[in-house]
Structures are given as structure tokens and as C-alpha cells.
């Protein structure tokens, strides 16, 4: 079998700290299968430093990787790939870009034009990848409960950290949307699924936890469109409540007044409209089964590296 080594920060409490930290540990048994995998992983500072990593044909003395990213070597022809859940651009999806052995790059938040402008002509490199869920709590069981008892709310759904940083959620009226503030992750669930629409607004990458989550438990998200790109895309109006971004919107979460009356109307245009908000959910809970759970990104995550080449 073909020697890779995998190298990723982790220690025994970043492994219960993301659902991302679980995935590297089924991803890394999943790759025994194939390969004669050697382990670069434990690091005691894991969760609050980066970790310095010198590979075979690396370019930079100082490889730096945080606990939300991967690299796998080639032992035999120092050939390497990165994924990275990072919620921003970070050291190793750019440090390496120009080095000829670096074959592909995996990026969870994948805004095309931003990505460019980093890496240029390298961008063939570059590809749009997944996004993962927050906690380790498996969401199947407040799946079922949503399909057995309807949901009934009608409040827009939001619950979060960093409000600070989102200033359009001030310009909501407090009687259609519910308080912001964060409770327990089965409480969390609990309180979720009896609400017909949550609100996605972005965090510190376009992508947020809550919006796969709320695939994941059938509830259909409303957000102007994503500028950030799946592997498998995700279609407006049809895996979740879309609005086309206005021409004077930057940031969509430091939005106005006027984006946010915009996203209410819509809102109201929707919420009693069943049929389409079903027709959302179906098509999310289906996007979230063949994308998000742990056995099929696995999978799908093997075929965008190409990792095949490897084999022969």
C-alpha cells in the first residue's frame, strides 16, 4: 500500500469541540483502507495554537495549520492536497499556492472572487467544497420529532454569538423575530423545529453552522442568495428562501434597514404558502443527506481530491 501522511492539530478537547473534529477522525480511518496512512495529529496545544508542520516538498520552514484544517502527503512523490473548514482565508490555503506539488486545496467558506484575487493564476488549484455541522450531537432524533408534530411558530427563527457583528438584525420588528439569545444545543433544537422559517444570516463566513443544521432538520432557511460556492451547488428558491442581493449591499449581515424590510416582506410573502416551504425542506433535508452526513462526505470528499491517482 502507498505510505501518505496525514497531519492535522487535534487533542482531546478539540475532538468534542466541532462536529469538523469528528469528520478527521472518520476521514483519516476511512483512508486506511487504502493507503498505509501515518499519523501526524496530536498537538497539546491544538485548541488555542496553530501547528507548525515541515513537509517533504513544502516551500515555507513554517507549515502553520489550525484544528479546522487537514493536509495529506504523498510519501512516495511529496505530492500533497489541503481541506480546510476555516471560516476565513488562512496560512495553509494560501502559503503553498505556487508549489507544483500541491495539487488541490478544499475550501468550506469558497467565495470565488475573493479566492481569486489571492491566488491568481493558481486558482485551477482551488475548489469549492462542503460545510459541516456545529455540534456532535447527532440532529436525526429533532429531524423526526419536526416530522411527526408540524411546526406551528411563525416567528422568524435566529438565535446567536457575535450579534455585534450583525448589525442587520436590529432593523427586524422585534414581534416577528425571536430573541437572539444563545441557549443549550438541545434546547436549541428543541426550540427550532417548531418554527416554519429560520432566519440565515452570515457569521464570520458566509456559511454558517446554523444554516446546514437547519437542512439537516428540514427547516427552510430565507437569506439573500449565497456569493460562496458548494461542490454541489446550492439552488436559490429551491434548497433555501432566496432574495437576489441589491446593488448597494456589501456585507450581507452588516445590511440596512432597507434589506432588512426586504427580507421580511419576503418573509411574509412565504410563510403561509406550505406547499412551497415544504417543497424547501424536502429539497434541503435531501441536499443535507447527500452532502452533509458524515458517510457521504466522506466519500465525496476522497473523490474531489482525486486521491485515486494516488493508488496506482
Known sequence: MKKIIV???????TRYYRNYNLFWDEFTEYLKNF????ENRYFEKAHFERFPIQLKNGRSSNFLLMECEYVIENVDNGEFVVMSASDDLSHAILNEKENPYL???????????????????FM????????????????????????????TEDKLYFRGTSIEDRAILKYFKPEIITNF???????????????????????RGEFCYRDVECFGLGIPIIRYEYISK??????????????????????????????????ESRYFEVLNNLE???FISKNARNYYEKNIVQKNK????????NLNKWLV
Open 7 to 13: 497531519h492535522n492539530p487535534c487533542n482531546e478537547q
Open 181 to 203: 439569545r444563545p441557549i443549550a444545543q438541545n434546547a436549541y433544537y428543541d426550540d427550532i423545529i417548531k418554527h416554519k422559517i429560520a432566519l440565515s444570516v452570515d457569521g
Open 298 to 305: 466522506i466519500k465525496n470528499t476522497f473523490d474531489l481530491l
Open 103 to 121: 495539487k488541490k486545496v478544499l475550501v468550506s467558506q469558497f467565495n470565488p472572487d475573493k479566492i481569486l484575487n489571492h491566488v491568481g493564476k
Open 124 to 151: 485551477f488549484k482551488y475548489s469549492p467544497w462542503t460545510y459541516f455541522v456545529s455540534s456532535i450531537i447527532d440532529i436525526e432524533e429533532y429531524y423526526n420529532k419536526r416530522l411527526y408534530k408540524q411546526p
Open 230 to 263: 458548494f461542490y454541489d451547488e446550492l439552488i436559490p428558491n429551491y434548497h433555501y428562501i432566496s432574495l437576489d442581493r441589491p446593488n448597494d449591499m456589501g456585507l450581507y449581515r452588516l445590511g440596512n434597514e432597507h434589506h432588512a424590510k426586504q427580507l
Open 35 to 38: 493507503f498505509n496512512v501515518q
Open 276 to 278: 412551497f416551504l415544504d
